[in-house]
């Protein structure tokens, strides 16, 4: 999730820097980019994951 939110991130940062405009007097496309590096990095460190790990696979414990 953190990854898509990133890629907007970038996207935005990218179309800010393009047109050389600021948000809010001080926000840049700079700004984005930073941003977008931070989400990548919690991404990559496993926060924000919807991924949950099981030790018995996708059937779980065998019955006998």
Do not use: E, N, P, Y
């Not at 953190?2 to 991130?9: D, T, Y």
């Not at 809010?24 to 930073?34: D, E, Q, V």
């Not at 030790?55 to 414990?61: D, M």
């Amino acid at each position: 999730m953190l990854a898509i939110v990133a890629a907007i991130i970038f996207g935005l940062g990218f179309l800010l820097d393009l047109l050389d405009t600021q948000i809010a007097g001080g926000i840049s496309g700079t700004t984005f980019i930073l941003l977008g590096l931070t989400l990548l990095a919690l991404h990559q460190a496993g926060i924000g994951t919807a991924s949950f790990k099981t030790s018995g696979g996708w059937r779980g414990r065998a019955r006998r």
